[in-house]
């Protein structure tokens, strides 16, 4: 069975400064596909980033952007410029090729101003 | 369409009865997972289907919960004889099979969900 764990419950950052946000997963699979989910406070989930365990090359979405350690199976996630805006709950996710998604028990950021 | 649409967005109900939960899925996407998510955790994944197809079942989906799927479009989940456990998020994601050509096809799109309370 594949588990996903994130060690920070919180997690806490000045407004414009950086944070990063770890995740550690266990799997017998070679090929799976690690995401970093945002779900704001009373809003929908929303895709934040993905990673294809295939490529070495890690992935960047505007200010934000991965550490794949695949390896070491870590996958952090790193918030440049943080804003106001990014104040919500991020969960790591694994997905095997086909099948549904495993998430971890997520970590609340709040940014201050 | 604009995204994933759930209905309805809260439900209070009393234990032992039953209640049903609808998701609409993005209209071109053949995949639809259930996933139960309780305060402060993670969604965890309930079942999926496949057009009309439910091809996975979590061991969490006790036989007082069932999904159903008829048409291969909008879907249900009903839970019956409630119990306070039950209190949770229930979340519907959809997205398209997995296609080499769009690999970013793999990500699931999640609707509002439904907040049940059992009372």
């Known amino acids: 069975a594949q588990t996903v764990t994130q060690s920070q419950p919180e997690m806490s950052v000045q407004e414009a400064e950086t944070v990063t946000l770890s995740c550690t997963y266990d799997t017998s699979e070679n090929n799976y596909y690690l995401f970093w989910y945002k779900q704001p406070p009373s809003r929908q989930m929303i895709l934040v980033i993905r990673q294809e365990a295939y490529k070495q090359q890690n992935a960047t979405e505007n200010r934000f952007s991965v550490n794949f350690q695949k390896a070491a199976k870590s996958f952090s996630l790193k918030i440049s410029d943080s804003q106001l805006g990014d104040t919500a709950m991020y969960f790591c996710?694994?997905?095997?090729?086909?099948?549904?998604?495993?998430f971890g028990a997520g970590t609340r950021l709040t940014v201050k101003p | 369409d604009t995204g994933v649409s759930q209905d309805p967005r809260h439900k209070i109900t009393k234990r032992g009865q039953n209640v049903t939960f609808r998701c609409d899925p993005i209209s071109e996407h053949n995949r639809l997972y259930w996933y139960r998510q309780t305060l402060g955790q993670g969604p965890e994944f309930l079942t999926y289907f496949q057009n009309e197809a439910q091809l996975e079942k979590s061991r969490l989906l006790s036989d007082r919960f069932s999904a159903e799927r008829p048409k291969g479009s909008f879907s249900t989940l009903e839970i019956q004889r409630t119990e306070q456990g039950d209190s949770a998020m229930y979340l519907c994601a959809s997205r398209r099979s997995r296609d080499y050509r769009w690999p970013q096809h793999n990500e699931q799109f999640f609707g509002p969900g439904t907040r049940l309370t059992v009372l």
């Open positions: 996710a694994f997905m095997k090729r086909t099948n549904d998604m495993r």
